[in-house]
């Protein structure tokens, strides 16, 4: 069966439904199709100890602020994973799931949507899928015989299931402190980094990574100096338990190491460590195989944009993939802003 529809937005997480709120707003005909069996996007298979960067002020979509968590100034995944049900009830957001989109085709004036519950006649597609569902492994020598645990962030769940082994984080971005933090008390922790990490100053959270992102992207459109962005400011945010950890002394980093063997990890000089468990906290990549057929892929992975909008196919926007789709439009107070641009063009086209 083939509907035809006006827009049809890909993954219902916080772009989706950021998207939707204002597609409903400016009253066009869409739907939202998520692969997941519930709500809440990728922050329903968060580690258990994840918390926001911001309080819950400023980690809000359009439209309706989330509420604060008792007890918490930084919300955890789960009240984000409520906020986004409640979110998606309270504007009454058409989601069809679990939907799995199999493909984004023309198909003459229109798009294309294939999926494993039928398909879509599209004037316009915005993709919001995300990253979470294309982690990211390094191609490390040694990878095929180390015998221990290998595992991504994505897999990573709590502290108590590594007690007492001899563990190896990898990586010096925000999801390599934090998990290193989480296991620094109850593990032999190494945490391996590329360089030495870049701790942001304690006083900085989401809202100013958001600003600072924000006023690079107006600089580089009105032709100015790249002032850096966030990059400049450091890689690490040090939210309360990164911090402590820090503070007292159980991040310390090792370089990076040049192969794996059997029992562990060696490095150029020969040294080496044993290990029970190599966690990879290396990243992620846009998730777009759906977006295949229409052949736009650029560079790295990512499909070359003007703003949200795909150069190569003026009916595409891509939103919350990260700052070449729209400043901080990964996060949850960045990417309202992205999604109301998105919608704004999408409903220029279609007029």
Not at 14 to 32: C, E, P, S, T
Not at 77 to 97: K, M, S
Not at 256 to 274: I, Q, Y
Request: hydrophobic fraction near 40%.
């Amino acid at each position: 069966m083939t509907s035809r529809i006006d827009v049809v937005v890909i993954g219902g997480g916080q772009a989706g439904l950021a998207a939707g709120y204002h597609l409903r707003r400016l009253g066009l005909d869409f739907v939202i199709l998520d692969a997941q069996a519930g709500a809440g996007g990728a922050w329903q298979h968060a580690w258990d100890s994840l918390h926001l960067f911001s309080p819950a002020a400023y980690s809000s979509l359009p439209g309706r602020p989330m509420p604060n968590q008792p007890g918490e100034t930084y919300p955890d995944a789960a009240h984000v994973v409520q906020y986004l049900n409640a979110y998606e009830q309270r504007y009454e957001l058409p989601i069809h799931r679990p939907v799995q989109v199999r493909g984004v085709h023309r198909d003459g004036p229109h798009l294309c949507v294939t999926s494993d519950s039928g398909a879509w006649l599209a004037r316009a597609v915005i993709s919001a899928s995300g990253t979470w569902w294309r982690p990211f492994l390094p191609t490390v020598p040694g990878m095929d015989l180390f015998t221990g645990r290998q595992l991504h962030t994505v897999e990573y769940r709590s502290p108590t299931d590594f007690a007492g082994q001899r563990v190896i984080v990898v990586g010096g971005g925000n999801s390599g402190a934090q998990v290193a933090a989480d296991l620094a008390y109850s593990t032999e922790l190494t945490w391996v980094t590329r360089r030495p990490p870049r701790f942001l100053a304690d006083d900085i959270d989401g809202r100013a990574l958001f600003d600072t992102a924000t006023a690079r992207r107006r600089a580089l459109d009105a032709g100015a100096a790249d002032t850096g962005g966030v990059g400049s400011l450091g890689d690490i945010v040090a939210v309360p338990p990164v911090r402590e950890a820090r503070d007292a002394g159980l991040l310390k980093t090792s370089p990076m190491f040049t192969r794996l063997t059997t029992n562990g990890v060696e490095w150029a000089d020969g040294t080496r460590a044993d290990a029970d468990a190599v966690i990879w906290c290396t990243g992620f990549r846009p998730a777009l195989a759906h977006l295949a057929p229409l052949g736009l892929r650029g560079p790295r992975g990512h499909i070359p944009t003007d703003g949200t909008q795909a150069i190569g196919e003026p009916r595409l926007h891509l939103l919350g993939y990260g700052d070449w789709t729209g400043p901080a439009s990964a996060t949850l107070i960045g990417v309202g802003r992205a999604a109301r641009d998105a919608v704004r063009q999408v409903a220029d086209l279609l007029d």
